[in-house]
C-alpha cells in the first residue's frame, strides 16, 4: 500500500526530477555564475564590429531567425559541411553573412570561460545588440540554449519563408514554430535595417503577370516600382542590393510599417502584411510611429522566436569553435 503510494508520488514528480536534474531551462543570465563576462563581451565585440562595418548588423540580426527557424536555435546555422552539403549551403543561406563576428565573440568569451557558452545563445546575444546598437531598445535574452550536432541543406528551403510567400503560408510557416500572428508582423519590422539583393523582389518589377514584360505586382506602388526599376535592371547583375527600408536602411526604427502601409514593402513577404486583419491592423497603428510600443513588442517576439527547438540539460553539446561539432 505505502509503497504504491510511493510509486505514484514518484511518478508524478520524475519529470520536475528529471528537469531540475538536467537544468532543462533557458532564462536570462544563465550565465550569471558560470560566465559572468558572457554579455559584456558579446556586446563590445557587436559594437566594434558596427562601428567599423555598419553593414553587417542586417546579416547579424537575421542570422538568429534563420538559426531558429531551421531545427531550432541550435547554431547549427554555423556548422561547415566539406561536402556543401549542410544549412549553410541552402539557398536562403547564400546571403547570409557575419559567420566570422560570431566566431570573434565565441574565441573572446573561450578566454575568460571555457566551454562554458554556447555558439546558439551567443547568436542570440548579438541578435540583440545588434538591434540595440542600431537604435533599438534592449530585451532581456534567454539563455542556456546549447549546441546541436546536425545541419542539413535540406532543412533550410524546407522551414525558412520565401520573400515570395503570401500571408496563408507565413501563418502557418509561424504557427509551426509555435510563433503567432503577432509575431509575425512584429518580427517582420527586422526589414527596418539591412539590404536585400534584388533577385529577391525582382519579379515584382517585371513581367509579373508572365504575358507581358511591362507587368509588375498590382500591390506595389508604381512609382516605387519605377524606382527600384532603375536600380534592379531585368536580368542584371546578380550582386546589386537594395536598402529594405530606404534612407533609414541601418536604423531600427519603426519606420518598415510606414512603408508597408503605404505599399512600399520590399517583398511580397512585406505587402503580405495588408492581407490579413490583425497583420494589417498592426501595421496601420505603427505606421504613423509608436516606437515604444514596436520596440517592446520586437522583444517580447524575439525571446519567443529564441525559444524553438531550444536544446537543454544533457542534450547536444557546447561546441569549441562555433563551425565544427566537439
Ligand atoms: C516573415 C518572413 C520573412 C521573409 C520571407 C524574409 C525574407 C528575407 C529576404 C529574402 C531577405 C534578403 C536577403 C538578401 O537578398 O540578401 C531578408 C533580409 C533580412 N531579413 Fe528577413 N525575412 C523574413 C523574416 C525575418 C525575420 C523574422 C527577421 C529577424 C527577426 C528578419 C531579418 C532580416 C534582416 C535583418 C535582413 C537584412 C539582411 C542583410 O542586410 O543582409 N527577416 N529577409
Ligand atoms: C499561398 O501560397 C501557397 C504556397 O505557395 C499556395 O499553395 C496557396 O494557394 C497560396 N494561397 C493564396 C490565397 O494565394
Ligand atoms: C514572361 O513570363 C512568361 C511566363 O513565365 C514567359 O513565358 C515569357 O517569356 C516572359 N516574357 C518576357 C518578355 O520576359
Ligand atoms: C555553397 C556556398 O556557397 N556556401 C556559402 C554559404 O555562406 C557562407 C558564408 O557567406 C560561405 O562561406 C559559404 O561558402
Redesign the pocket.
Known amino acids: 500500500m505505502a509503497t504504491s503510494k510511493m510509486v505514484l508520488i514518484l511518478a508524478l514528480l520524475l519529470p520536475l526530477i528529471l528537469s531540475t536534474v538536467n537544468g532543462q531551462v533557458i532564462k536570462p543570465e544563465f550565465y550569471k555564475q558560470s560566465c559572468p563576462l558572457a554579455e559584456s563581451i558579446t556586446m563590445n565585440v557587436v559594437r566594434e564590429t558596427l562601428s567599423v562595418a555598419p553593414s553587417l548588423s542586417g546579416p547579424l540580426l537575421r542570422m538568429f531567425f534563420h538559426d531558429c527557424f531551421v531545427r531550432g536555435c541550435d547554431a547549427s546555422v554555423l556548422l561547415d559541411s566539406p561536402t556543401n552539403q549542410a544549412e549553410k549551403d541552402s539557398i536562403p543561406n547564400l546571403t547570409l553573412r557575419g559567420y566570422e563576428i560570431i566566431d570573434r565573440v565565441k574565441s573572446a568569451i573561450e578566454m575568460h570561460c571555457p566551454g562554458v557558452v554556447s555558439c546558439a545563445d551567443i547568436i542570440a546575444l548579438v541578435s540583440r545588440d545588434v538591434v540595440v546598437q542600431s537604435g533599438g531598445a534592449s530585451w532581456e535574452v534567454e539563455t542556456g540554449r546549447r549546441d546541436g550536432l546536425v545541419s542539413l541543406l535540406s532543412d533550410g528551403l524546407a522551414n525558412l519563408p520565401a520573400p515570395f510567400?503570401?500571408i496563408?503560408?507565413l501563418k502557418s510557416l509561424f504557427l509551426q514554430k509555435g510563433l503567432s500572428v503577432k509575431d509575425l508582423v512584429v518580427l517582420s519590422g527586422a526589414h527596418t535595417i539591412g539590404t536585400a539583393h534584388c533577385s529577391a523582389f525582382t519579379n515584382r518589377l517585371y513581367n509579373f503577370t508572365g504575358t507581358s514584360a511591362n507587368s509588375f505586382d498590382p500591390t506595389m506602388d508604381s512609382n516605387y516600382v519605377a524606382a527600384l526599376r532603375k536600380k534592379c535592371v531585368q536580368n542584371g547583375p546578380s550582386n546589386v542590393l537594395v536598402e529594405m527600408d530606404p534612407g533609414s536602411s541601418k536604423k531600427f526604427d519603426e519606420s518598415y510599417y510606414k512603408l508597408v502601409s503605404k505599399r512600399r514593402g520590399l517583398f511580397q513577404s512585406d505587402a503580405a502584411l495588408l492581407d490579413n486583419s490583425e497583420t494589417k491592423s498592426y501595421v496601420q497603428t505603427h505606421m504613423g510611429g509608436n516606437s515604444a510600443s514596436f520596440f517592446k513588442d520586437f522583444g517580447v517576439s524575439m525571446v519567443n522566436m529564441g525559444r524553438i527547438g531550444v536544446l537543454t540539460g544533457n542534450a547536444g553539446q557546447i561546441r569549441k569553435v562555433c563551425s565544427k561539432i566537439n
Open positions: 510567400a503570401n496563408t503560408s
